[in-house]
């Protein structure tokens, strides 16, 4: 399981921001409280939320806060009502308890259910009898899996033992409603959280057994290799918001449990589990009703994401041309995926990884860049002169081309014009250059002859 993200100190940062933020707001009478899931993350003592706004319920009239929030993505509620029963009743609406706690300006907590030890255990209850939330529909199993996934806490036992005393209900769910809520659950900031509950209660098993075998799969080798449960966790949660790169990134590892081998020195390999994966999740795809475009394009990150993995500095232009070449439309995907699939602990090597997957980025915007290009000169203009002059293909070509070039940058003719009008411009302003006997164009230039304006 990813590890749950701790304080860093940018969070402590983006605290101090939004009590900057609170008081600013209460600077003219006015109520403000810090709520659900960032109020759960303060108290719970962990890492602020990346991808949900940091919500600020406010009581009276909104004060412009100027420059305080800076870039946090913090959104203001207004509140109806009077002091902290209008509070409370916007967390009674919260989805779980952990959420319905209120932090003000002075760091005062509102807990009106006593909940904010929910937030420190990382424990999930929703509202109410959980019986009774859980029988609403079997599709329920699906949404607490994606509560799970968006806040990184886990649900309590009573919801685990429910979830798994009816997981086969799972199979009555539409398939539109497992793609949608499962890629919830992918795209959740918690992933790891909200895939491993619903390993726990036994309907992964039931949705995608292709990745249900990877858990505990190292213990079964007499050789060591690492968990890739566990780390296909930890890359799910690394890899961008991106539907196609985190499907990717749940099966990539999956046709590895078919595919280990170890050699006489004991070594373990893998031999081709991209290509199974890939094999894999069509079949996936297929059961969850998936999109073509949107199955086509996992499909290719799966058998590919070694490819851009084996990038080293040595590469030619050539080679970064090909990748681009090869790859084409799915090559965004394939970098995304290629520059988080690695959960090493080792400092220099997480720097390595780092380094090479930013050069290479770079080198593939250079040549992007090179190659968008508009060349200066037509095509076929060496054909038009050779045709015109009689002359056979030699040195003195390329160094027409070349002074052309430089006078197209120096603004003393257009590029891009008809071919004749640089065959033209060449015999008015330096016809040495088209001075060459026949039987001698593979001779090189004198320097008189190379002479330009």
Avoid at 166 to 176: E, F, T, W
Avoid at 242 to 270: C, I
Avoid at 275 to 288: C, D, I, N, Q
Wanted: hydrophobic content about 45%; charged content about 25%.
């Amino acid at each position: 399981m990813p590890k749950e993200a701790a304080i860093e100190p940018q969070d402590l940062h983006q605290i101090e921001r939004l009590q900057q933020v609170l008081h600013a707001l209460t600077a003219h009478g006015g109520q403000a409280w810090l709520v659900g899931e960032a109020a759960c993350a303060v108290l719970g003592d962990r890492a602020l939320p990346r991808f949900a706004p940091w919500r600020i319920a406010v009581l009276g009239p909104i004060a412009a806060i100027g420059d305080a929030a800076g870039d946090a993505p913090i959104a203001l509620e207004s509140l109806e009502g009077e002091g902290e029963h209008a509070l409370g009743v916007l967390l009674s609406a919260e989805p779980i308890r952990a959420w319905a706690l209120a932090l003000d300006a002075r760091g005062q907590t509102v807990d009106p259910w006593n909940q904010v030890a929910d937030a420190r255990d990382l424990r999930l209850r929703v509202p109410g009898d959980p019986r009774a939330w859980m029988a609403q529909g079997p599709e329920r199993v699906l949404d607490l899996a994606v509560l799970a996934a968006r806040s990184g806490l886990t649900p309590d036992k009573e919801l685990l033992r429910l979830a798994r005393r009816d997981a086969g209900n799972v199979l009555s769910v539409p398939r539109a409603a497992w793609a949608e809520r499962f890629g919830a659950v992918l795209l959740g900031e918690h992933a790891g959280s909200g895939l491993q509950f619903l390993y726990d209660c036994e309907v992964l098993q039931r949705m995608v057994p292709e990745v249900c075998l990877m858990v505990d799969f190292h213990k079964s080798c007499p050789v060591h290799h690492k968990d890739i449960w566990d780390h296909t966790l930890q890359v799910i949660e690394k890899c961008p918001q991106s539907l196609a790169v985190r499907w990717a990134a749940l099966m990539h590892d999956a046709g590895k449990v078919w595919t280990r081998s170890v050699n006489k020195q004991g070594k373990v390999h893998f031999f081709r589990h991209e290509e199974l994966g890939a094999s894999l999740m069509e079949g996936v795809a297929g059961r969850f009703h998936l999109a073509p475009e949107l199955r086509d394009s996992i499909v290719y990150v799966i058998a590919n994401h070694a490819r851009a993995n084996v990038y080293a500095a040595e590469w030619t232009d050539s080679a970064v041309r090909r990748l681009i070449r090869d790859m084409g439309a799915h090559l965004e995907d394939v970098l995304a995926f290629s520059s988080s699939d690695f959960t090493t602990k080792r400092q220099w090597r997480i720097a390595e990884v780092r380094s090479l997957a930013d050069e290479l980025l770079k080198r593939i915007r250079e040549v992007a860049a090179e190659d968008a290009k508009v060349p200066p000169l037509p095509k076929g203009l060496g054909h038009v002169v050779m045709q015109a002059t009689g002359l056979a293909p030699g040195p003195w070509l390329g160094e027409l081309q070349r002074w052309l070039e430089a006078q197209v940058a120096a603004g003393r003719i257009a590029p891009q014009l008809e071919a004749e009008a640089y065959l033209a411009h060449a015999q008015a302003e330096s016809p040495q250059l088209l001075a060459v006997q026949k039987g001698n164009e593979r001779q090189r230039l004198s320097r008189a002859a190379k002479h330009t304006h």
